[in-house]
Every structure is written in C-alpha cells, then in structure tokens.
Nanobody
Framework: QVQLVESGGGLVQPGGSLTLSCAAS????????MAWYRQAPGKQRGLVAG???????RYADSVKGRFSISRDNAKNTVYLQMNSLKPEDTAVYYC???????????????WGQGTQVTVSS
C-alpha cells in the first residue's frame, strides 16, 4: 500500500524557518510529480510549490523567494524549505504526488495526511 508520510510541521515565530519532508513509501515503480499544497481555515486548498521528476519547479506567487522545494529521487522524498515565514503562511500543509504503484498499470494521485504549520509570536 502506497502512503505519503509528512513530517516537520510545528509552531514558529514570524521571520523564522521550517523544513517539511514527505516520503512516499510502499510498492512504487516510479514517482512523477511531487508537490506541497496548503489549506488555511475557511479557505480552499491551494498549491504552494511543486517539482517534477526532472527537477522543474513551480511556486505560488505568495511564496516565491521565501520557499524552496527539492526532492531526493532515490528516497522518493520531497522537501519544502520555508524561510521568512509570515502569519499568513499558517495552514495545514499537504504532500501530493503522482506516481505509478508497482501493482498498477495506471498513474495515481496520492495525498498525505497533512501537517500543521503555525506562524505566530
């Protein structure tokens, strides 16, 4: 069974930094796109940053220059380095991936369980 397991959330002061990690585990043949989304209370879930398997990245305008996404293909793991955090970055952050399970002929979309990031003094 394929799972995305996130770690690294928590409470941080404004201007601080935090790194999120997400590892895809289980019987996986290939991982394509990996990304981070976030959802604040009363708002829709939206893209924060994404990275393809060839390293092409994309970012929401609100985090450009502050956040950096990277991945370790050997570990099927994606990271989100968050710097200069602001209170408006407070949200539940979800890991997302499109991957091909070893037991399937079709690419499938998976989501992590979410990790809370709170930016507050």
């Amino acid at each position: 069974q394929v799972q995305l397991v996130e770690s690294g959330g928590g409470l941080v002061q404004p201007g601080g930094s935090l790194t999120l990690s997400c590892a895809a585990s289980g019987s996986i043949f290939r991982v394509n796109d990996m990304a981070w989304y976030r959802q604040a209370p009363g708002k829709q879930r939206g893209l924060v940053a994404g990275i393809t398997n060839d390293g092409t990245t994309r970012y929401a305008d609100s985090v450009k220059g502050r956040f950096s996404i990277s991945r370790d293909n050997a570990k099927n793991t994606v990271y989100l380095q968050m710097n200069s955090l602001k209170p408006e970055d407070t949200a539940v952050y979800y890991c997302y991936s499109v991957l091909l399970p070893s037991t399937s002929s079709f690419w499938r979309t998976y989501w992590g369980q979410g990790t809370q990031v709170t930016v507050s003094s």
